[in-house]
């Protein structure tokens, strides 16, 4: 056996290597896996399954968005409140904006062709442009980019231009129209990729005033609390409204819920051909742990030093533990043959005086109903040996041991992960050389230091 300062360059460089082409078969693996996933959401998004759930619901809504403002109209100021209520617009107004939205009458957000969105804005006999509307209509790319594709030009009044004070129609302008909100978002100068403060403008405009619009017009209030007198037209219209708004809450809960049944099926689809992959990557780092496993048989020690390295695990480590774990000959963690069912992870041990087993396996399995099962492994302890304790998955790392979490069984439910194993397999196992060779250095550092 070799001592630490004695481990030849040449098997430090040949266990990197081992552990350099492990990583490269799975980053490969992950980025095909990432390529299904992409594919498979892609066709869900594009599929007539999808496409006949949102038709269905883009109907029932365009209905109620049709009702909802014929009731708006008995409201006076309904839109302009709503909008200047909404502080993430009104941020966006400046001064003269803020005038200028107080002429608003009405707003619809519609889906043209191709998917697209068109935003129109009504307005009243004002004295700043000759528009009585101003429609911008634009579209997403598949990475959710927006697109701006046409707008209305914005017929100002008596407008002049340039530094200083800007005459509107014999109103001072202290900005420059160009930079007017009305300008950024409906007439922008650029055409193409809109600023980033319109792109977030007209996704703010289209979900999340236009869907709920009467929680701003009520700055989230309860009708109750409005000062209208019962029984009013403005009151009746109200109630009405929250009526529209509950149904169509209802409606984009259902919609949601269909489009992820949709996804469900396409994610299935992509899940059977990844399983694929990643058995096929399984099989091609198989040898290349066991080459490492020959490698790291040859340095005392290595396991402990690996393990205590991790930046989690290494927590788990008592006194006990790590003479306990200067025993380990090799570890070994692989996957059920399905490789999504679990894995297992397995110790095995020179003679020792601690217990009789030549080897220790822990069992992780995920169960149908969501579940983990971690089996427990019963350890043959020598006499006056065992260092177990009762072991809860919620107990801290930091007080727990190794050995006591090897030995406890434990099922954990939907929403809780083990950090042990996941560590242990995601983190220690593909990469144990390197952790190695990080806990040498700071061994040999505080050998420095002491000296």
């Known amino acids: 056996m070799l001592s630490l300062d004695e481990i030849p360059e040449e098997l430090i460089q040949k266990a990197r290597e081992v552990e350099g082409a492990i990583k490269k078969i799975t980053k490969k693996?992950?980025?095909?896996?990432?390529?299904?996933?992409?594919?498979?959401?892609?066709?869900?998004?594009?599929?007539?399954?999808?496409?006949?759930?949102?038709?269905?619901?883009?109907?029932?809504?365009?209905?109620?968005?049709?009702e909802?403002?014929?009731?708006?109209?008995s409201i006076p100021n309904f839109w302009p409140t709503a909008f200047l209520n909404y502080s993430r617009l009104r941020k966006q107004l400046s001064e003269e904006d803020a005038k200028i939205i107080r002429f608003l009458k009405s707003v619809v957000v519609e889906v043209g062709q191709n998917d697209e969105r068109v935003i129109?804005?009504?307005?009243?006999?004002?004295?700043?442009?000759?528009?009585?509307?101003?429609?911008?209509?634009?579209?997403?790319?598949?990475?959710?980019?927006?697109?701006?594709?046409?707008?209305?030009?914005?017929?100002?009044?008596?407008?002049?231009?340039?530094?200083g004070a800007e005459i509107l129609g014999g109103i001072p302008w202290s900005t420059d129209i160009d930079k007017s909100f009305f300008t950024l978002v409906f007439d922008p100068k650029d055409k193409g990729l809109p600023e980033m403060r319109?792109?977030?403008v007209l996704e703010t405009i289209e979900e999340h005033l236009w869907p709920r619009v009467l929680g701003y017009y009520l700055n989230w209030c309860a009708i109750t609390e409005i000062e209208v007198e019962e029984g009013s037209k403005e009151k009746i219209a109200l109630h009405e409204l929250k009526v529209i708004q509950d149904k169509l809450e209802e409606y984009d809960g259902k919609e949601y819920r269909g489009c992820m049944e949709v996804e469900e099926i396409f994610g299935e689809k992509a899940l059977e051909e990844q399983v694929l992959i990643e058995q096929k990557c399984s099989q091609e780092r198989k040898p290349l742990y066991q080459e490492r496993n020959e490698i790291v048989k040859t340095i005392p020690k290595f396991w402990l030093l690996a393990f205590i390295s991790h930046y989690a695990l290494g927590d788990l480590f008592g006194v006990e533990d790590q003479k306990i774990f200067r025993c380990v000959d090799s570890v070994d963690v692989v996957d059920n043959e399905d490789v999504t069912s679990g894995y297992t992870i397995t110790l095995n041990f020179d003679n020792n005086p601690y217990f009789s087993n030549q080897s220790l396996t822990k069992r992780i399995s995920f169960c149908e109903d969501g579940t983990t099962n971690l089996s427990a492994v019963m350890i043959s302890w020598k006499v006056n040996m065992d260092i177990s304790t009762?072991?809860?998955?919620?107990?801290?790392?930091?007080?727990?041991?190794?050995?006591?979490?090897?030995?406890?069984?434990?099922?954990?439910?939907?929403?809780?992960?083990?950090?042990?194993?996941?560590?242990?397999?995601?983190?220690?196992?593909?990469?144990?050389?390197?952790?190695?060779?990080?806990?040498?250095?700071?061994?040999?550092?505080?050998?420095?230091?002491?000296?």
Not at 68 to 73: A, L, P, S, T, V
Not at 125 to 145: A, H, P, Q, W
Request: overall charge negative; some cysteine.
């Open 29 to 66: 693996a992950r980025l095909e896996k990432s390529t299904l996933d992409e594919k498979y959401k892609k066709m869900a998004r594009e599929s007539e399954e999808m496409l006949a759930v949102k038709r269905m619901y883009k109907g029932l809504r365009k209905d109620l968005y049709e």
């Open 198 to 200: 319109c792109d977030k």
């Open 120 to 163: 129109t804005f009504f307005f009243g006999e004002n004295e700043y442009f000759v528009n009585t509307f101003l429609k911008t209509i634009y579209s997403r790319t598949d990475k959710g980019i927006l697109v701006h594709k046409q707008g209305t030009k914005i017929l100002w009044k008596a407008t002049t231009t340039g530094a």
């Open 390 to 451: 009762e072991y809860l998955h919620h107990t801290p790392l930091t007080n727990a041991s190794f050995f006591t979490w090897f030995c406890a069984p434990q099922v954990i439910g939907k929403v809780y992960h083990d950090e042990v194993s996941e560590s242990i397999k995601d983190e220690l196992w593909p990469n144990a050389f390197e952790y190695f060779l990080n806990g040498n250095e700071s061994d040999e550092s505080s050998d420095e230091e002491d000296e």
């Open 68 to 73: 909802r403002n014929e009731h708006i109209k």
